[in-house]
């Protein structure tokens, strides 16, 4: 089973600024990548797939980078609302995988 | 845009069963995966399978085979989860997901999530 690990677990920035999320996998998985943006008490949402391609109706401030075991979701020009959970999941090899997930706090 | 609309929260002892319905929006979903996913309080997400309605065929990692059935109602548009043998620790959120195509893997829409609570 292949394993995702986010880094950081948590963090605090105010908004406007810019901040990344790290996602490693413990083995190759080319850009078999996504990315979803969940919020207290709301299901996940689709932000990125394929490790770089924007979901329909996503913000341009959300963009994803990577290739093979190291993957970033980079949030430029965070607002209030980005305050979330933010998980990675790959789905190169049976089983899926998520990683653990990055939360964000907005000050 | 593909809507999934689950059913309402439920209740069980320990060793007892449960189902959980998903219903999609489309005329049909023949071409779609629904996954299921899983959430304990406070923890992050598991893969409990998928199933594909057109080939009414599924897939569960070994975590969950032998405790998890995937079925369909395809007149209704519905998939079903049924897990059991339920335990404390499958007390958790339970949500559908859509991967819209075949030839994609990512989850595009999710369902709202069932509360499933397990506890004598």
């Known amino acids: 089973e292949i394993v995702l690990t986010q880094s950081p677990d948590f963090q605090s920035v105010t908004p406007k600024e810019k901040i990344t999320v790290t996602c490693r996998a413990s083995q190759d998985i080319g850009t078999s990548l996504h990315w979803y943006q969940q919020k207290p008490d709301q299901s996940p949402k689709l932000l990125i797939r394929y490790a770089s391609q924007s979901f329909s109706g996503v913000p341009s401030r959300f963009r994803g980078s990577g290739s093979g075991t190291e993957f970033t979701l980079t949030i430029n020009s965070l607002e209030a609302e980005d305050a979330a959970t933010y998980y990675c999941h790959q789905s190169s090899s049976f089983p899926v995988t998520f990683g653990q997930g990055s939360r964000l706090e907005i000050k | 845009q593909v809507h999934l609309v689950q059913s309402g929260a439920e209740v069980r002892k320990p060793g007892a069963s449960v189902k959980v319905s998903c219903k999609a929006s489309?005329?049909?979903?023949?071409?779609?995966?629904i996954h299921w996913v899983r959430q304990a309080p406070g923890q992050g997400l598991e893969w409990m399978g998928v199933f594909n309605p057109g080939a009414a065929s599924t897939s569960y990692p070994h975590s969950f085979q032998g405790r998890v059935t995937m079925t369909r109602d395809t007149s209704a548009n519905i998939v079903y989860m049924e897990l059991r043998s339920l335990r404390s620790e499958d007390t958790a959120i339970y949500y559908c997901a859509v991967t819209l195509t075949t030839l994609t893997t990512n989850f595009d829409f999710w369902g709202q999530g069932t509360l499933v609570t397990v506890s004598s």
């Open positions: 489309a005329d049909t979903f023949s071409n779609y995966l």
